[in-house]
């Protein structure tokens, strides 16, 4: 089944994100004079407007901030409905990173504010792409992470 | 030299507290809101954007009795999809005519009439035009379509994830309802009271469905939990315009003008990308700091307004505005409805029209509660009139949920 929800344009300054999730990290551009890490990438740090950021790989330990159960989505999200969608801040601090996506393996009734989530990442077969989705924090490590969350290719949907 | 630009400067912004009453500062002259015009709204399947907007522009200077040839300012609320390659502005000045413009403006309407009546005031242009006009698209995801590939969209889009804005406000309901232990049924209120005020429209949408309930709002299909149906604005076609120029010029037209005593706009985030923690900071953001320099620039309190058109694209914006605004504390939004406040025969009755959630919402209603606003003051609101309402605000917002803001304060001569 061919992949039809949209996919990021990858270009040179966000490659290092895109290519970290192919690789198993979640790269978050953390600033090198001030250490604040900076959710989404900007040019500059928020916090001291320093140029020098460097892509860092996060823990990828996160909770639920907010979310939202969508029972009415754009038309390529259709077949999964009610899917979640959820705001996740990451365990990095002090500048908080909230980081908007997609659950993979959790009911979406079972979803709670404060609920401990682990960033985990699906290949999309056919593109050039591989994205991340949050799992519960306490959901088995699979030792293929590919098979595993290749489930059908619907992420939003209860595994 | 019909005027003399302003060598001393009597705006000051100040915080709110210990502001005298309302009473307009001095400034080289005042400016004022001398037409306002709405198209039809709703599904306009025969109609353009451009013919809306058109309509909208000639009909608000109709309403002004000012020709065509004095406008001088443009805020076009639309982008361009007329030439490639050139902006709504350009457009529309060679549209309009080939006359040069002294101003054109962009951003949410209420910040961007702020900013045209200081160019009035201070000598920059005569007659400004704010429009919009949208037909034949949709704003929500009705308007998808399946692709046939998966498209390629900017970097950190929400709609990689299958959001779009009716999550976003999903999103800041459900975080707000949890830190505040406030109730879908305490947002449902805003739905039910803005209903009943649309019944008393009869150019609003949803008025001719009668009055709902807080059941029917909870009984509604859900959208993006914990947000419903009636929880959610309307999502149709249509345009307006408004007119404004110096209190002088609008004395010789055909209403009485409605006087801008101040306005202010602010924005701290971008488009639906961030958010920061916490979400609801006690010192507000950018709807209190537009709130404040609005207020402060035109000298007036809170307990001074008489009527409100306050942006409600779901209900939980209309419950964050009044605290942002400062009209209840923080969490209390909800409670500051159900106590009538925002009623027609409260405190300051809000969005008399019936609002975005059952007027009309045509894809930018940035305008539409501005021109409630001087309707009300000018009490040609028929049924639904507040009673010699005489000062007015309206709230425009947009962008990551209360991201942006602009603010006016409007009053009778
Ligand atoms: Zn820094």
New binding site residues.
Partial sequence: MTYLKPLPQIEPRNKEFWDGLAAGEFRVPK?D????YNWVPYPA?R????ENQTWTPVSRDATVWSFSLVHRGPGAFNDDVPYAVVLAKLAEEPRSCIVLGNTVGIDPNDLYIGMPLRIVFEEIPGEDVTVFRFAAADAAEPDDADAALNVENQPATVA | MRYKFGSKCLISPAPLAGIERWKPVARPRQAAIAGVYTTKQGKLPDRTSFSLQLEAIKGALDDAGIPIEEVDGIIPMSMSDHLPGTTAHQFWANQLGERPLGLMEVGGASGALAKAALAIENGMCEVVVLFYGKAGSLVGPRGTAMPDRAPRVPDWSFYQSGAYMTTWYALWAQRYMHEFGVTHADLAEVAVFTRHHATLNPDSIMGRKGDITVEDVLNSRPICEPLNLLDCSLDNDGGYAIVMTSVERARSGKKEPVLVLGGAESTYTDFYVTINDPWFPEEGKAVRRATERAFGIAGIQHDDIDVAGLYDCFTITTIRDLEEMGFCKLGEGADYVKEGHCSLGGKMPTNTDGGLLSNSHAGDPAGMHTIEVVRQLRGECGERQVPGAKLGVSLQQGWAVHGMAGVLVMATE
């Fill in positions: 600033c004079d001030c250490g604040h740090c916090s001291c407007l320093s």
